[in-house]
């Protein structure tokens, strides 16, 4: 699909973007489909022996593979709804990054965003699985452009939102949280509060409003699937943290200038993290870029609160729409 029909065929959702956010993400059709919630989220959670250690993950359809990457300090469970609205045409696949989630990371093992791409690619393999669509969001976009540059051949299409680029990684915003990485303290000072006590959770001073469209309806199952194994393992949190203070994206334009695969980019307006100069410069660096789709209103984590639109936007770029 090239970028004119893309545009052609995006003119219903274009026209929505007028609209403030909270009136897309109250529309009907979002109520249409259940997603799974914590209790059979945690049922389904399967783990894939690698080298890389035992990586947990959530699979939802049959066919073609989709490879959802989450941000931090989420998990899989972040695109539960986009798995069940997608699974009648891809295989999605939804892991937990080294270090986060309920990953069981080998001893020693490297939790840079480099390593999470080649944890990937063996996860990919254990599965027998190729080619992905891949969509990310958050540190998860860093992840996906390195899969990219590491592994060109095995990747069909990339949906990003809100999330690393090279002119914004480490986003300033993050200084702070590797700073109390750096002295053990960020997963005891930042998240266990938070865990302790949900509605501080959901303040502005938590993790849910620093990051969330919509904070107050994040539900207290939630705030426990993201936060609980990250109380309980400080040291790889931490460690995750760490891994993200060097750019991981250095030198990596140029090479990413000659990726002709199809990528759409779906920004959050609100996101006090990322620069606003990032969608537009995702756009101008693919060759094959689909154009921006704002989110008015949108914050860092507003994939996960509005699974129709990310659905929506995937199936065309998938050309299945």
């Given amino acids: 699909m090239n970028r004119r029909s893309f545009a052609l065929s995006s003119l219903g959702l274009l026209a929505a973007s007028a609209l403030p956010a909270r009136h897309v993400l109250a529309s009907p059709a979002t109520l249409a489909v ?8 945690n049922a389904a959670r399967r783990f894939l022996k690698t080298g890389f250690g035992d990586i947990a993950y959530v699979e ?46 080998r001893a020693g093992q490297s939790l840079a965003p480099a390593a999470q791409a080649d944890m990937l690619a063996a996860f990919l ?31 069909r299409s990339l949906l990003l939102t809100n999330g690393d680029t090279e002119i914004d990684c480490p986003p300033p915003a993050l200084l702070p949280v590797i700073e109390r990485a750096k002295a053990g303290a960020f997963a005891r000072e930042w998240l ?23 904070p107050e309806r994040i539900e207290d199952a939630t705030i426990d699937m993201y936060l609980a194994p990250l109380v309980a393992n400080q040291n790889l949190t931490n460690g995750y943290a760490l891994a993200l203070e060097a750019n ?15 990528v759409r980019i779906i920004w959050g307006t609100a996101d006090p993290i990322f620069t606003p100069k990032a969608p537009a410069y995702l756009n101008a660096l693919f060759p094959n870029a689909m154009g921006v789709r704002e989110v008015p209103g949108g914050m ?22």
Avoid: M
């Fill in 34 to 41: 259940e997603a799974l919630d914590a209790s059979a989220f």
């Fill in 192 to 214: 266990a509060p938070d865990l302790a006590d949900h509605d501080r959770a959901r303040s502005k001073i938590g993790l849910g409003g620093q990051t969330f469209t919509y």
């Fill in 300 to 321: 860092l984590f507003f994939p996960e609160e509005f699974p129709d639109l990310i659905a929506e936007q995937a199936k065309r770029l998938w050309g299945i729409a």
């Fill in 125 to 155: 393999d254990g599965l027998g699985e190729r080619y992905v669509d891949i969509v990310a969001n958050d540190s998860g976009v860093a992840v996906a452009q390195l899969f990219l540059v590491k592994y060109p051949d095995r990747v």
């Fill in 248 to 262: 991981s994206l250095a030198g990596t334009e140029a090479v990413l200038r000659q990726k002709g695969q199809p």
């Fill in 60 to 105: 939802r359809g049959q066919g073609p593979a989709a490879l959802f990457l989450h941000g931090f300090p989420l998990n899989g469970f972040q695109w539960r709804g986009q798995l069940e609205r997608l699974s009648p045409w891809r295989r999605c696949l939804a892991p937990d990054f080294l270090g986060l989630g309920y990953t069981r990371v």
